[in-house]
């Protein structure tokens, strides 16, 4: 048997290896055009740009990604949804049921422009407005690891912040993974780590290099508020350091119980947050809490249980050494759970960011190829002037 040093010392060398493959140039192919969006396939993934008004951009994201969309919020609503029982208000109901009640609750409390973007997805889609709402409600029913790590804990004082997504791997959304770059009108460009059909974010990084990650806890039942997923698109469109994102956090109605790590690389400062239904506090780099008890310094570490233990003491045993593939491996199973959807590391300061998903077959995003990408590069691209182009409707 090998000692659990010996297995992270193999999982360092095979991170390097595919880092290296990754930083090669990668082939790239524009798909389709629409309006002002774009969907180009880059080394095999979908990466969606988006920019213009709410409407705009969902009509560009249910046109371009038409298929895959449908497929998503089918397999949602109508596979995964009619054999699948979740608890509102102590009783046994489907996901679809318990979604209208949510979006009800919750419709005073959404941005005006978040349904005019799922109206857009859904015409562009041509999937029923109902349906695009519903699937983009279903996070609010379902309850993963975080950390960032800079200055003293790293290599060269680089701030990295990790992300791990443990989520429904049987649901299939690692087959509709998609990257998408938006631009939208009156706000900071942003990248979201997202599946298609889905607008709101869970794991994204915007242009003023903020970047943010979440993790569901409990709470069930608290859904008078702004959904997780559209504070967090929130963060990305107006987040332009570490205080104004947490302001949007605090500053917001909030509903069920959650957990952030929020970094800003301009400063090379983080923090790890809980912003939940009448609770706001923030542990900040190198403090202990009474739920996270070891403090390790320039270090913000959020995960529970043993993977908690684990990830302290990976970050305790690698401080001051830590380069983008090392802390990589913090990510590593068991860390990620075998539920792990997808795993990404963002670099704030360059807004690059390296990123895996589950495969098909529902091995785990920490096992599987991570491909590297940079938001500043990607806002450059432009799509071939010859690739086919699909009307975008007038409102």
Not at 178 to 206: C, H, K, Q, R
Not at 300 to 316: F, H, I, M, N, P
């Amino acid at each position: 048997m090998l000692s659990s040093r010996v297995r992270w010392a193999l999982g360092f060398v095979v991170a390097c290896v595919a880092m290296a493959l990754c930083s090669d140039r990668l082939a790239a192919q524009t798909v389709a055009r629409c309006g002002k969006g774009w969907l180009e396939r880059i080394d095999g993934y979908d990466v969606l740009h988006l920019k213009g008004t709410p409407r705009e951009m969902g009509f560009q994201h249910g046109a371009l990604l038409r298929d895959k969309v449908r497929s998503n919020m089918h397999n949602i609503l109508d596979v995964k949804g009619e054999t699948t029982l979740v608890e509102v208000a102590g009783l046994k109901v489907k996901p679809r049921q318990g979604i209208e009640l949510i979006i009800s609750i919750q419709k005073p409390n959404v941005p005006k422009k978040y349904f005019e973007e799922l109206d857009g997805l859904a015409e562009g889609s041509g999937l029923k407005a109902a349906d695009a709402r519903a699937g983009n409600f279903i996070p609010e029913l379902f309850h993963c690891s975080g950390f960032a790590i800079a200055n003293s804990a790293t290599k060269d004082g680089t701030l990295y912040h990790g992300r791990v997504l443990d989520y429904a791997i049987d649901w299939g959304l690692q087959e509709h993974a998609v990257l998408v770059v938006a631009e939208p009108d009156g706000g900071i460009p942003f990248i979201n780590v997202t599946y298609a059909g889905f607008i709101g974010s869970v794991t994204g990084m915007n242009a003023e290099h903020v970047s943010v990650g979440e993790m569901g806890g409990g709470g069930l039942g608290f859904w008078t508020g702004v959904p997780m997923a559209f504070l967090v698109r929130e963060v990305l469109e107006k987040g332009k350091d570490l205080d104004t994102a947490i302001n949007i956090f605090r500053d917001n109605r909030r509903t069920c119980q959650y957990f952030y790590v929020v970094a800003d690389g301009k400063t090379n400062t983080a923090v790890g947050m809980e912003a939940s239904a009448g609770v706001f506090s923030l542990v900040k780099q190198g403090e202990s809490h009474p739920l996270l008890p070891t403090a390790v310094k320039d270090c913000v570490l959020l995960s529970a249980g043993d993977r908690y233990k684990l990830l302290t003491e990976r970050a305790q045993n690698g401080h001051g050494h830590f380069t983008a593939a090392s802390a990589i491996e913090l990510m590593s199973r068991p860390v990620a759970m075998k539920s792990n959807l997808h795993n990404v590391l963002f670099e704030p300061k360059s807004t690059k960011l390296w990123v895996a998903n589950a495969s098909p077959d529902k091995k785990p995003a920490a096992e599987q190829k991570y491909f590297t990408f940079q938001l500043s590069e990607l806002l450059k691209r432009h799509p071939e002037a010859t690739s086919p182009e699909i009307p975008l409707a007038a409102k």
